[in-house]
């Protein structure tokens, strides 16, 4: 067993190195004059035939006016270059020029219109740009990114995973959910709109410290405590800090004017449909255990705690330091 936990940790190090630089935004292009755009990207860093990373496939009437500037990260690698447009770019499609690992999010913000942010997917890496996003886009691509935020945000889905291992089931299990839920669309919402804040640093330190706090009360055992006997109020505690780590990724995002309402919720909507899906994938696993073998559960539980808690104390000194 301990063979397997240090194998489990070292294969999550490069991922848990890159928690907090895997952003949801994969393209960004906003403009800076009638001719002028920055051009912003992210991608995976993977092994290629071709060791020239990808550049995004830009408008027709649009072209590099600066070399990309590279910056090499531990699993990702990010570019910015300036590039010039004759004429209108609504109407044209941007992406990427193959389909990249996964899923991309391509944003674009002209000067005089509002914010529209695309959603790529392998099968079609290219969007057309809308000349005015229209309402249903804006659903549909602020719903997905929640998705994809709660299930590709290893820090926030760390946790969910382990208040489901505290708690186990029942109506235990609903309560802390909900908890969570509530605490996180406040301080969501509140910072979105500008009612309340914190920096983003102290923030994804605190939220790697409430990972720690839950995997060391797993590992206790039964051992009667707050935690156990109020689990929803410890959720909904860490809930607040997480709800302001949601802000942040949707705070570099952005918001499209006069949908802003429409973008916050189908964004926390998204975020609580990749919840569920994340509960009852553990809920199902951990009831597939107990059935196998009496015993497996408990022992499977307690690699978890250690695991879980290694990895968010790894994020912790790392957030600290940083």
Request: charge should be neutral; include cysteine; aromatic fraction near 8%.
């Amino acid at each position: 067993m301990i063979r397997w936990l240090l194998a489990l940790v070292v294969l999550s190090m490069p991922t848990a190195a890159a928690a907090d630089e895997l952003r949801p935004v994969s393209i960004q292009f906003e403009q800076v004059s009638a001719t002028e755009w920055s051009l912003g990207w992210r991608e995976p860093r993977a092994p290629r035939a071709n060791s020239e990373p990808a550049r995004p496939v830009l408008p027709g009437n649009c072209g590099f006016s600066s070399d990309p500037e590279l910056v090499n990260a531990p699993a990702v690698m990010t570019a910015r270059a300036e590039v010039s447009c004759s004429g209108e770019v609504a109407g044209r499609e941007m992406g990427w020029s193959f389909p990249v690992p996964g899923e991309a999010i391509l944003r674009v913000a002209p000067m005089d219109r509002p914010v529209q942010v695309h959603r790529l997917m392998p099968e079609a890496p290219l969007a057309t740009i809308a000349k005015r996003p229209s309402s249903a886009q804006v659903w549909q691509s602020y719903f997905l990114i929640g998705v994809d935020h709660i299930l590709a945000g290893w820090d926030h889905l760390l946790f969910v995973i382990a208040l489901v291992l505290l708690v186990r089931g029942g109506w235990a299990v609903v309560k802390a959910a909900t908890a969570f839920t509530v605490a996180h669309s406040i301080t969501l919402a509140g910072t979105t709109l500008g009612l309340t804040g914190l920096p983003q640093r102290p923030v994804e330190a605190l939220i790697a410290l409430s990972i720690v706090f839950l995997a060391v009360e797993i590992a206790r055992g039964t051992r009667e405590t707050l935690t156990r006997r109020l689990p929803w109020l410890v959720a909904f505690v860490f809930g607040l800090l997480h709800g302001f780590g949601f802000a942040g990724a949707l705070r570099e995002i952005g918001l499209p004017e006069g949908e802003v309402p429409a973008a916050l919720i189908s964004f926390n909507l998204g975020v609580e449909a990749g919840q569920l899906l994340v509960i009852a994938a553990v809920l199902i696993l951990v009831e597939a255990l107990r059935r196998v073998r009496p015993g497996l559960e408990e022992r499977s539980i307690r690699i978890a705690s250690y695991t879980i808690g290694i990895i968010g104390a790894y994020w912790l000194i790392d957030r600290v330091i940083g």
